[in-house]
C-alpha cells in the first residue's frame, strides 16, 4: 500500500508541475518515485531495465535517463520539475513513511 501511494503522488505531483508549466508530462512520475524509494531501502538489489540487469543506483540513473529525454525534447525548462517533484516524493516517503 505504501509503494502504491507513494507511485499516486509522485504521478500527480509531476503532472501537476507539468501542467503548471503549461507543458506535457512524460507519464514516468511514479516509477522514478518508487525507484528512488526503493534504493533507499535495497541498494544492493538488481533491478531489470528492459532486459539489463543492473543495481539499485544504476537502475535509478537508467530510469532518470529514460524519463528525461522526453521532456528535454518538448520543453528542457520542465525537466527538473518533472523529474525532480518525483525524486522528492521517493527519497521523502522513504525518510518519512518507510524508515521507521
Known amino acids: 500500500p ?6 499516486v503522488l509522485a504521478g500527480v505531483g ?3 508541475s507539468a501542467a503548471a508549466l503549461r ?6 512520475g511514479g516509477t522514478l518515485a518508487v525507484a528512488a524509494c526503493h534504493v533507499l531501502l ?10 539489463l540487469e543492473l543495481g ?3 537502475a535509478l540513473v537508467v530510469q532518470l535517463a529514460i524519463a528525461t529525454y ?3 525534447v518538448i520543453s528542457p525548462r520542465a525537466t ?10 521517493g527519497f521523502g516517503a522513504y525518510f518519512v513513511l518507510l524508515s521507521r
Do not use: D, E
Not at 505504501?2 to 507511485?7: D, E, M, Q, S
Not at 535495497?42 to 532486459?51: L, T
Not at 527538473?80 to 525524486?87: E, I, Q, R
Open 80 to 89: 527538473a520539475l518533472t523529474n525532480g517533484v518525483p525524486l522528492l516524493v
Open 14 to 16: 509531476a503532472s501537476g
Open 42 to 51: 535495497s541498494p544492493r538489489a538488481r533491478h531489470n531495465v528492459m532486459g
Open 23 to 28: 507543458c506535457s508530462g512524460h507519464g514516468h
Open 70 to 72: 522526453p521532456t528535454m
Open 56 to 58: 539499485a543506483w544504476s
Open 2 to 7: 505504501a509503494f502504491a501511494l507513494v507511485y
